[in-house]
């Protein structure tokens, strides 16, 4: 069970990104997905949790109304819209699961989860 993350990279204030998610040795039905990011010198922060069980997406504040999740079947990934990046968005973003199909209440710790991605770098500044 691998997962890749992607898509990072320089992005001006305002602007929009798009991450991936690509998951080998399960499919997108099998588990929920939780992004993470952590910037330098801060700990590593909950993004949102998107559960596959019943198609809900948790947001924490920093992402509600500026990113979403959807699912690239053909790629078996998950995407990670964000918009309307600010510089304070700027971290290492990283996409991980367990066995949930739900998210939990816990779904922010990153002691919960078994599979991560390597992280890519999101840099927001003009």
């Known amino acids: 069970v691998q997962l890749q993350a992607s898509g990072g990279g320089l992005v001006q204030p305002g602007g929009s990104l798009r991450l991936s998610c690509a998951a080998s040795?399960?499919?997108?039905?099998?588990?929920?997905i939780t992004w993470f990011r952590q910037a330098p010198g801060k700990e590593r922060e909950g993004v949102l949790c998107f559960s596959t069980g019943d198609g809900r997406t948790h947001y924490a504040d920093s992402s509600m109304g500026r990113f979403t999740v959807s699912r690239d079947w053909t790629k078996n990934a998950w995407n990670l819209e964000m918009n309307s990046l600010k510089p304070e968005d700027t971290a290492t973003y990283y996409c991980?699961?367990?066995?949930?199909?739900?998210?939990?209440?816990?779904?922010?710790?990153?002691?919960?989860?078994?599979?991560w991605g390597q992280g890519t770098q999101v840099t927001v500044s003009s």
């Open positions: 991980a699961s367990n066995s949930w199909r739900y998210c939990n209440t816990r779904w922010r710790l990153p002691e919960m989860y078994t599979y």
């Open positions: 040795g399960f499919g997108l039905d099998d588990t929920a």
